[in-house]
């Protein structure tokens, strides 16, 4: 308690004998009423750590996650390694800081996104959107009739080019305030952000999660 463990492993010459845990400590204690503790004349807290040990699975630090599920549901946690060779305890929370820390970019930047397309429908009718798009996007597409002229068909990049164009910006200003250069800037930031995190070309930062 006074370091913050909820569970620690039990070891005896290099080998592990369980789990000690706030739970395998309740499980036991319930296990006699308070007349029978009474009557050995011993509180829980006077017993050995050993008689409140519980067994917990053994996992290969090689072994997909997805073979732990069912463990780490069931003791809230999985010992990594072996009896004889332990490397570490995995818990769920664990497991949820580590998706957090992998997912919360791309939650982000999907959020981003479709933010980004209600803004411009506000802007601009689904006809206009086409329109718009053939306008500014013909000749990256080399045609009219090659451009996307649906926001779901479109890049970010094209986002940023339908938007930042100067004879659209007059249609957008209303909805994105400030000036077209400003919004460009800050779509062309975000975008590279965003190309970065999709190709897995760096770790994202705290700068890059706040703009």
Known sequence: KKHGYSQ???VDEGEVLGVFSFRSFAQETARATLDEWNKEKCAPGDLTVDEFLEQFEFARVTEEMNRVFDA??????????????LIGVLTPMDFLRYLYQVASP?????????????L????????NIAAASRRCLATVYGGEDKVPTTLEDMT?????SLISHGDNWAQFEPVFG??????SAKLKEIGAIRNDLFHFKREITMQDHQT
């Open 8 to 10: 620690v492993p039990v």
């Open 72 to 85: 780490m549901d069931r003791d809230n946690g999985v010992l990594i390694g072996a009896p004889d060779r």
């Open 106 to 118: 791309f939650v982000m930047v999907l959020e981003i996104e479709l933010a980004l397309r209600l």
């Open 120 to 127: 411009i429908r506000r802007a601009l009718t689904d006809e």
């Open 156 to 160: 970010f990049d094209n986002y940023q």
């Open 178 to 183: 400030g000036n077209r250069t400003r919004a």
